[in-house]
Every structure is written in C-alpha cells, then in structure tokens.
C-alpha cells in the first residue's frame, strides 16, 4: 500500500507522538547549551510498559518533531558561515522536520526519562525512543 496522493504534490503520512520533552529552554535556543543540560522525556502514561529494562542502556536516541519549525531552504548557510545542503546540516529547518539526538541516559522515574545532550526544546513532541547499541551503531 503506498502513501503517496494521487496527485504526487503532496505527499504525507501521521505520525503519533510518544510523549514530549521537558526542557527549560524554549526558541531560539542555542544546541551547544542545550546539550550540556539536563532534561526530561515525559513519555504518555498508556507507553510505560514500553520502558521496561530501558535503563540498561546508557546511551539512547530520541526522535522528535520540531514542532516550532518553519519553512526551509535547500542549501543555504550553516553554523558558522559555510554553504551547506540541508541533508548535510544540523538544521531544524527541513522538508520533513524530524529530529534525532543520541543522548546520555541518567534515571528513570516511572514515565520520566532524565537524560543529557538533548538539543530540543520544551514541550517538543517526541516519536519514538531506540537504544543506542554500540555493537550496532559503532
């Protein structure tokens, strides 16, 4: 079965979130700071379960929408003045923008995932979590 609309023009498919992210920074944010800090993955009560022995990674990823994103240039510059693709950047600025950040697991709290290194900022709605696996990921 394809996603695609007939017409080609547009094409889409949905995407539910897991939870979202607690953070104290909001936009614009600079990712350098935010990846020092400390902050939380609320994950919804009804995906707990899908937690279970998430605590024996040390590293995980998250992915995530960036919700306050808007428009996007193909290339354009970069961090630091070069001209780069937008598939060659860090930028939440993208024809699909989903994010993804490996971070350092620190605690669970039931629901709550504590982490290090996140660069998303608060109430950023989270798709999805994966453990890091470094016989897999290098």
Known sequence: MSFYREDKKQNYFKLFPIGYVESSFSPPSDPERMREKESYLFIFP??????HRIEESDFIYV???FHKSSGYTLKG?????????????????????IGLTRVKLIAREKNRLKVRGLDAID???ILDIKPYAKDIDG
């Open 63 to 65: 992915i995530f929408y």
């Open 77 to 97: 510059k970069r961090r630091g003045g070069e001209i780069k693709g937008v598939f060659a950047s860090r930028s939440p600025h993208r024809p699909s923008p």
């Open 46 to 51: 009804e995906y707990e379960e899908g937690l």
């Open 123 to 125: 109430g950023t709605p």
